[in-house]
């Protein structure tokens, strides 16, 4: 169980699109339509944004969307909000009951 | 509202064991997949273990196979992670989430610190 590969830090302007990868393996992201995304901010817990690859909870922001090509997968966020300034993490599902996540993208809106 | 309310964190030698628990409310415990996930000071989120809605399947990451016990009584909405032979690497923030059916995890509490130092 390995950690996925995450860009360390991305950053945009406000109104701007920014897209966070995630890359891992066939036997998690490639193996299966279980990825799901989760925001941080500082000295908070984290909270669901994405599951199933591209789906939102209730409340989500549509601007907020996910997708999956072989073994990346990616979060894209749209019109980049101040309050979208937080750590992004990726967590595939990767059978038997087992998830591991990514090594976490710092998004800065500049 | 759902909530999820982690407690038994603090400072504990190296080699001691610690409990603990995540007392849960808002929602029917008794049907749901709960999981722990940890992070490091400065680091990443880690998928620690699994627990099915009965108690009776349970899975750990390979970095806490052996030393870490998840488990869970329906009658009192609790989930717990017993932990043995505490590390120094094992300091975190400890969170516990519930897992959905969509085998991601839709909510999550507050963390409880547990440092592990001489």
């Known amino acids: 169980q390995s950690a996925l590969t995450q860009p360390r830090s991305v950053s945009g302007s406000p109104g701007q699109s920014v897209t966070i990868s995630c890359t891992g393996t066939?036997?998690?992201?490639?193996?299966?339509?279980?990825v799901s995304w989760y925001q941080q901010h500082p000295g908070k817990a984290p909270k669901l944004m994405i599951f199933?690859?591209?789906k939102r909870p209730s409340g989500v922001p549509d601007r907020f969307s996910g997708s999956k090509s072989g073994n990346t997968a990616s979060l894209t966020i749209s019109g980049l909000q101040a309050e979208d300034e937080a750590d992004y993490y990726c967590?595939?599902?990767?059978?038997?009951?087992?998830?591991?996540f990514g090594g976490g993208t710092k998004l800065t809106v500049l | 509202e759902v909530q999820l309310v982690e407690s038994g964190g603090g400072l504990i030698q190296p080699g001691g064991s610690l409990r603990l628990s995540c007392e849960v409310s808002?929602?029917?415990?008794?049907?749901?997949?709960m999981n722990w996930v940890r992070q490091a000071p400065g680091k990443g989120l880690e998928w620690l273990s699994c627990?099915?809605?009965?108690?009776?399947?349970?899975n750990h990451a390979d970095s806490v196979k052996g030393r870490f016990t998840i488990s869970r009584d329906n009658t009192k909405n609790s989930l717990f992670l017993q932990m043995s032979s505490l590390r120094a690497e094992d300091t975190a923030v400890y969170y516990c989430?519930?897992?959905?059916?969509?085998?991601?995890?839709?909510?999550w509490g507050q963390g409880t610190l547990v440092t592990v130092s001489s």
């Open positions: 989430a519930r897992g959905s059916q969509w085998l991601a995890f839709d909510n």
């Open positions: 808002g929602f029917t415990f008794s049907s749901y997949e």
């Open positions: 627990i099915s809605s009965s108690g009776s399947t349970v």
């Open positions: 967590c595939p599902y990767a059978g038997s009951n087992t998830w591991v």
């Open positions: 066939s036997s998690d992201v490639g193996g299966y339509n279980y």
């Open positions: 199933d690859v591209s």
